[in-house]
């Protein structure tokens, strides 16, 4: 998909397959061509086959991602790394309030085959909201197994799977949004 006048770098996107389906749907990958970003989308049927699937799709690059206050969003680019921090050309955090953008240094690791936890400081564990969207072009996917912290850092719990069910590791694309409003 080509989005006139966007700007890649920086930015995130999430992919959700559409429809009465079993299909999947991922992100395969985004950057910039000339004034616009692009973003490559591959769905996935239920045995792991490709398959033309509808989608829905959502990129930001701005304040108040998928309309939360806050918020935090990650490209988790490794796959097999125990601890990191995942790529800081495509990772950022906002604290809605008097505190403006914040340096979050997500991190990010691989707990086991296919599950990864992901540390989101200066987020709240209450009224949030977390996506994840498998990276890649093979047909992975993933899904949010659970998050829990405090007003001050949560904790996103990752579950990824191969076309037969089975954990695997992949990268992926995390977006996290809350309600929090600092007033100093």
């Known amino acids: 998909m080509t989005l ?8 995130t996107v999430e992919v959700t397959a559409y429809g009465p389906g079993s299909d999947h749907c991922k992100v395969s990958s985004w950057g910039q061509s000339g004034g616009d970003a692009v973003v490559g989308v591959r769905c996935f049927d239920s045995s792991g086959a490709p398959s033309d699937s509808q ?3 959502n990129f930001a690059r701005s304040r108040q991602v998928n309309g939360g206050l806050s918020y935090s969003y990650a490209w988790a680019n490794n796959a097999t790394a125990a601890a990191y921090t995942p790529s800081l050309s495509y990772q950022e955090g906002y604290i ?5 953008e914040v340096e979050t240094d997500i991190t990010a690791g691989r707990t086991s085959a296919g599950r990864y936890s992901v540390s989101l400081p200066g987020m709240s564990a209450s009224g949030s909201n977390v996506q994840i969207t498998a990276y890649g072009t093979g047909p992975e996917h993933c899904k949010v197994v659970g998050w829990s912290g405090t007003e001050t850092n949560t904790n996103v719990n990752v579950a990824c799977f191969d076309a037969s069910g089975a954990p695997t590791d992949t990268r992926f694309v995390l977006v996290y949004t809350d309600d929090k409003f600092i007033v100093l």
């Open 4 to 11: 006139p006048g966007q700007t890649a770098g920086g930015a």
């Open 96 to 100: 809605a309030g008097d505190l403006g």
């Open 55 to 57: 989608f829905t799709l």
